[in-house]
């Protein structure tokens, strides 16, 4: 498929679920898709911080979104993976990685920009829900992975390391 067609379907995400919802991860944001494995605890974390585990030479954290959005853990499918992504996309290649435990993240598709729209509930909506589109499956909503942490909690997951 050329590329200017490609473009005119929209840009490429990951698509998962958080209960009976849909929602979609810029794939741009994407590092990698892992398959679930054993984390390191974070003492002293929020609950939906689920551990740290080592990958490439790095400590990558983990957030279980099922359990920061819904209040409970992920269910251990086949279908639920360890999605590693940019935190803050400004910093590109630089950027921290996070990991997301995330449920059904077996799909990608695309998602034309223009059609993604406010909720109308922004005020008192959490800073990672992000705009809405609908398709024929209904409506899927975008996250936004640097309204994941507040400064807190990206504090303790992200200390700066020595570079001398």
């Not at 996070?98 to 799909?107: R, W």
Request: glycine fraction near 8%; charged fraction near 25%.
């Amino acid at each position: 498929m050329p590329a200017s067609s490609k473009a005119a379907k929209g840009e490429l995400h990951l698509q998962f679920q958080l209960g009976e919802d849909r929602y979609a991860l810029p794939a741009c944001q994407v590092v990698e898709v892992l398959p679930l494995r054993r984390l390191k605890q974070v003492p002293e974390a929020p609950p939906w911080v689920a551990g740290l585990f080592e990958h490439r030479g790095r400590m990558i954290p983990v957030l279980d979104l099922s359990r920061r959005v819904l209040g409970r853990p992920a269910l251990p499918r086949s279908s639920t993976r360890l999605v590693l992504v940019r935190f803050d996309r400004a910093q590109g290649e630089r950027s921290p990685v996070l990991g997301l435990i995330l449920e059904q993240a077996t799909d990608t598709l695309r998602l034309p920009g223009e059609a993604f729209q406010a909720s109308g509930l922004e005020a008192g909506q959490a800073d990672y829900l992000g705009p809405l589109q609908r398709d024929a499956r209904g409506m899927i909503q975008r996250i936004e992975v640097a309204g994941l942490l507040d400064n807190d909690v990206r504090a303790l997951l992200f200390q700066p390391t020595d570079q001398g």
